[in-house]
């Protein structure tokens, strides 16, 4: 939708977006808009669609099946648009605020926020959910998270390859072995030196566990991966002691010694974790192979799209398939 805009090719028979949620019985909700004027320096005066917000309206008459587990709205937050796009630039300046993890102030987050915030308070508490994929669903879980820990309202969410950077992909096995270990150590000290900031992250967590995200990932996405890693580290126990790994997925070097109060996005009590387990077609390539969103509904070659998934929760403890 938002590269026919910009290409204006909207509403024309060359337009890309068919209105396809109208088989869903949704509608475009044009009260609630996810745009605004965008102030980096490299888009000034662009005007920034960010995502939309679907209203689910069946026509008079309708069969609906199982009509009270539907959403009374949809909040879709789009993706990194594509080289040569005017959204561009915008798009990178936001992907790297999320490498630095500075997103939650920037400009489009805060207008995520304050917008679902509003759909949520003048809808009564209408059942809202979020979804997005890469940049989009680093908005949803930002959203989501705040949604939750400062109002109380758990919407149900659906993140598309939610990006975590890592440097998993630079260094071999055994040396991200090596730093995992003296990290999990270096945690652990710091938690004793500052046993405040752990439990600053024990209230978090308590706080955060009635929410339970769908994350979708794929083993061979590096921009996703390490959601993988952070579950599947927690659930198997690091050998040097089960305090450590518990204390190494709550703390962070930087914010304990400066004694910040942000977290890290990753830092999730609870989720639901899809794996993509399909093989790709042709093998794939490039970031099509583990990051396209096309992966998510299209089939591969003659193989259906097989997902494997398992329930993470909170205490660590009850972690189980599901």
Known sequence: MESDRTSKKEGTSTALAPAWWETFHFRPQCDYKLEFPCRCVLCPRLFIIYGAIFEYAPPPGAKVANRRLAPSYIVAFRGTMLAGDPTCPSDVVNDISIVLNKQHSCPRFCHARETVEKLVDESGGSSVWLAGHSLGAAIALDVGRH????????????????????????????????????????????????????????????????WVPNLYVNPKDAFCKRFIAYFE??????????????????????????????????????????????????????????????????????????????????????????
């Open 147 to 210: 949604m939750v820990i400062n109002l109380g309202f758990n919407l149900q969410t659906f993140l598309f390859n939610p990006p975590l950077p890592s440097l998993d992909p630079v260094i071999g096995e055994e040396a991200r072995r090596v730093v995992n270990i003296f990290g999990d150590i270096g945690r652990c000290i710091l938690a004793e030196i500052f046993p405040h900031r752990q439990d600053q992250m024990e209230e978090l967590f308590q706080r955060l566990a009635p």
């Open 233 to 322: 580290r927690r659930e198997h126990r690091h050998p040097l002691s089960r305090a450590i790994a518990r204390e190494a997925t709550v703390m962070s070097y930087r914010d304990v010694i400066f004694n910040r109060k942000s977290e890290r996005p990753h830092l999730l009590p609870c989720a639901k974790l899809w794996k993509n387990q399909s093989r790709l077609k042709n093998g794939g390539h490039g970031l099509k192979r583990g990051h396209g969103l096309s992966q998510w509904w299209q089939q591969q070659g003659s193989q259906a799209l097989v997902l494997s998934h398992k329930l993470y929760t909170w205490p660590f403890e009850a972690c189980y398939s599901a």
